[in-house]
């Protein structure tokens, strides 16, 4: 054989063996699910955050950071009521049936639904008025947790807060840049949490009585051109939906392995958050943003900025409320 045939035939056995290599690793990778959601509440939404369901009224609350709204959807009726602010509202958690916690851009406050009463409960340090409030949740000792990020685009000026229900206010993670979703396994033992520029969700050790954290590693790195993580929820089985920016969708994925399960294909770019609801717990709504887009792409994505929902075949767990009593004693005991 000459040397000529020689290399030849190494090359067709060398393309064999990758080819075979291909098809074997193919076969073994599990099929990634893809859903298609409905159309649930039209709007234009700068961005349409903060997505959260309230149990005790039977509906989804959400806001839009820069046209200053709180928006509350009633899912039997479609209805849908709206509150302005003088600041940029990033977060709502529910407290009673009556009353929600929003964060402002600049300061937490208790907010009553029925009369529009606001009461102050705790504020940042923020006299160059370079930062603001970003995404948040409460934890299952009812805290709220939530972060804030630069208005001038200064990288780890955030930090990650969390405000006790005696109106303490600790800073617990520092150095963030866009502080964004958080949530917490189902067995409370594990805490999730994105700072969006790094493309990764981090798990930390979580104590239910203190609540402490303590950094466990990264529990997924988002596949590459999917966009960066956003706002998160949680399933019963801890699979974690990720609202990802830029990345026309939400992504579930099991946070013990990293594995993608499954997408749920939206037709807009930015989407930023999703929360499980419904009387079952059982449909995912979806919040996306018209910021960051040109004119030709909201041309092309006109529904930029609505609220869509589907069932994915998951059930979420009920949200946890401020002030709520620690593990064994809380709302989701009853």
Request: hydrophobic letters at 35%; aromatic letters at 10%.
């Amino acid at each position: 054989m000459s040397n000529k045939e020689h290399h030849i035939t190494n090359f067709l056995l060398l393309f064999m063996a990758a080819g075979f290599w291909i098809i074997g690793n193919s076969s073994c990778s599990k099929h990634v699910e893809v859903i298609i959601p409905d159309l649930i509440y039209k709007a234009e939404a700068t961005t349409g955050e903060g997505s959260i369901w309230h149990p005790d009224r039977n509906s989804l609350f959400w806001v839009d950071i820069e046209g200053k709204t709180l928006y509350e959807l009633f899912s039997s009726t479609e209805d849908c009521r709206k509150w302005s602010f003088d600041r940029m509202v990033t977060t709502v958690v529910p407290e009673s049936d009556t009353t929600v916690i929003v964060a402002l851009q600049n300061e937490i406050i208790r907010f009553n639904l029925e009369n529009g009463v606001k009461t102050s409960l705790a504020a940042i340090n923020d006299k160059e008025q370079s930062l603001r409030f970003n995404d948040g949740k409460c934890s299952p000792n009812g805290s709220l947790w939530v972060g804030t990020m630069s208005l001038k685009n200064e990288k780890g000026a955030g930090t990650l807060y969390c405000l006790h229900p005696d109106g303490t206010l600790d800073a617990m993670l520092k150095g963030v840049s866009i502080s964004n979703g958080i949530v917490w396994s189902k067995d409370r033992k594990y805490m999730y949490y994105n700072d969006t520029p790094t493309g990764k969700i981090q798990r930390f050790r979580y104590d239910d009585r203190s609540g402490d954290i303590l950094l466990d590693g990264t529990a997924v790195i988002l596949p590459r051109n999917t966009g960066g993580p956003d706002g998160m929820t949680i399933d019963s089985d801890d699979n974690l939906w990720v609202a990802q920016w830029g990345g026309f969708g939400v992504y579930c994925y099991n946070p013990y392995t990293g594995e993608l399960l499954t997408k749920i294909d939206v037709p807009a770019p930015n989407i930023a958050s999703c929360a499980f609801g419904g009387k079952d717990m059982d449909t995912l709504y979806i919040t996306t943003a018209r910021a960051g887009l040109s004119e030709n792409e909201l041309e092309d994505y006109p529904l930029s900025g609505s609220v869509f929902c589907c069932k994915p075949g998951a059930v979420g767990i009920r949200p946890n409320y401020f002030g709520q009593k620690p593990a064994g004693k809380n709302r989701e005991s009853k």
